[in-house]
T-cell receptor
């Protein structure tokens, strides 16, 4: 969905480096999410934010941190990247004011490789 | 805790044949159910959703799914598939009052000539 953008789209880095993945949305949604996708495991929730001052851990938050700089921006950081954080990362948004507030809209993904 | 099971990791099918991708969920409360599709090298796109009302839900690209509360299932079907349907399909659930999607592990649909 072009309304949710992620940068970079691809990134190769080395173990121990700090990495930031960025997500921006023009949908005006209040809720934002970060997932990682691994083959055979589906998507797992890392962090989610219901508004600028609300940040919550998902099921696999260890080794990650997030920042909600504005309603439209939600960044994911890997403070010290390790190889098992190699994955496809997705940002998503949803609108709590919508009648289908549980529907999430996904960005195109960031493929991260940690060597 | 809610969970989603997609029983088939891969489903090969010939073009123009029917297909069913299976999804079962575990929840004792009301649920909202979704099917997403991920085409190669792309993000996830919503195929269809069940929030309430009719148990037969129609989505994009000729797909449909039926919510079966007694079987706790939400299987995805298409009567005649096309090569362009080759993709990975994810079932997801939110329980009533909840805020988070729980995804299944995905089913890779491969349509062959």
């Amino acid at each position: 969905d072009a309304d949710v953008t992620q940068t970079p789209r691809n990134r190769i880095t080395k173990t121990g480096k700090r990495i930031m993945l960025e997500c921006s949305q023009t949908k005006g949604h209040d809720r934002m999410y970060w997932y990682r996708q691994d083959p055979g495991l589906g998507l797992r929730l890392i962090y989610y934010s219901f508004d600028v001052k609300d940040i919550n851990k998902g099921e696999i938050s260890d080794g990650y941190s997030v920042s909600r700089q504005a309603q439209a921006k939600f960044s994911l950081s890997l403070e010290s990247a390790i190889p098992n954080q190699t994955a496809l990362y997705f940002c998503a948004t949803s609108d709590s004011y919508s009648s289908s507030y549980n529907e999430q809209f996904f960005g195109p993904g960031t493929r991260l490789t940690v060597l | 805790a809610q969970s989603v099971t997609q029983l088939d990791s891969q489903v090969p099918v010939f073009e123009e044949a029917p297909v069913e991708l299976r999804c079962n969920y575990s929840s004792s409360v009301s649920v909202y159910l979704f099917w997403y599709v991920q085409y190669p090298n792309q993000g996830l796109q919503l195929l269809l959703k069940y929030l309430s009302g009719s148990t037969l839900v129609k989505g994009i690209n000729g797909f449909e799914a039926e919510f079966n509360k007694s079987q706790t299932s939400f299987h995805l079907r298409k009567p005649s598939v096309h090569i362009s349907d080759t993709a990975e399909y994810f079932c997801a659930v939110v329980t009533g009052g909840g805020n988070k999607l729980t995804f299944g592990t995905g089913t890779q649909l491969k349509v062959e000539l």
